[in-house]
């Protein structure tokens, strides 16, 4: 029977620590609030999505800090273990495993106007058999989302991350893994200012993304002095 679960990644908002490449134009206390608004539309968007989130949080002391920022007591916490992004990502998908989840979704929080159809294809794809692992590319080479039937060891070995290689590598694992692979539609994170332009233009254009992003909306609006016109 299927239990579905969605991972969250995230850091703590801690200025210095998050959304660092958006310095400047924006301040390190500005990079930390947005990066709250991310996570805070991310997960109430998820929420929505599928019964079971399951928050990874680092730093080891920055559970209390997010607990408070998303205001909900039927999260599942754990905290992210590993030397790199592979490691955590296998610490975190074998934990919900052992939980007796299946399939499991992973995402970041970079993505706050992602379309829920995307998660909910990803859902679907897995809890019917039809694929044994779902990839949500990026625009810069990387993916926005992951999720798995089954805990398959390697899938996250040997791969460039934070590179524009970390999809096809971890897609090209899949494939010596055998494992069939489902591609979702191609996404977009946002880590420079020319993304945060992009997700500005994206949120003043339409309303449904304003409406999966309602608190980096408002924050983009209450500071938009802060953001230069264009790239």
């Known amino acids: ?7 969250v990644l995230v850091k703590a908002p801690r ?26 539309d991310t997960v109430a968007g998820l929420r929505r999505v599928v019964p079971q989130l399951i928050v990874a949080y680092a730093p080891p002391d920055g559970r209390d800090t997010l607990e408070a ?16 992004l592979g490691a955590r990502l296998m610490a975190a998908v074998s934990h919900a495993f052992r939980l007796g989840h ?18 909910r294809q990803a859902v679907a794809a897995l809890s019917t058999a039809q694929a044994d692992i779902a990839l949500g590319p990026t625009d810069d080479g990387g993916y926005y989302l992951v999720g798995l039937r089954r805990a398959s060891r390697g899938l996250f070995q040997n791969v460039a991350w ?8 971890t897609a090209r694992n899949a494939a ?31 309303e449904e993304a304003r409406l999966r992003a309602p608190a ?3 924050w983009l609006l209450a500071h938009a002095s802060s953001l230069p016109a264009s790239a």
């Open 69 to 84: 920022l998303f205001a909900a007591d039927d999260l599942c916490w754990f905290e992210q273990q590993g030397a790199d």
């Open 15 to 40: 200025a210095g620590a998050v959304k660092t490449r958006l310095v400047p134009p924006l301040t390190s206390d500005e990079a930390a609030g947005l990066a709250a608004c991310f996570a805070q």
């Open 162 to 169: 934070s590179t524009p290689l970390a999809y096809l590598h």
């Open 216 to 218: 980096t909306h408002r």
């Open 176 to 206: 010596r893994l055998g494992l069939r692979t489902l591609e979702l539609p191609r996404w977009y994170d946002v880590d420079t200012c020319a993304d945060l332009l992009r997700l500005r233009e994206e949120l003043s254009a339409n």
């Open 1 to 7: 029977m299927s239990r579905p679960a969605c991972i």
């Open 102 to 119: 299946s399939p499991v979704i992973v995402t970041g929080t970079d993505s706050p106007t992602l379309p829920a159809s995307f998660v």
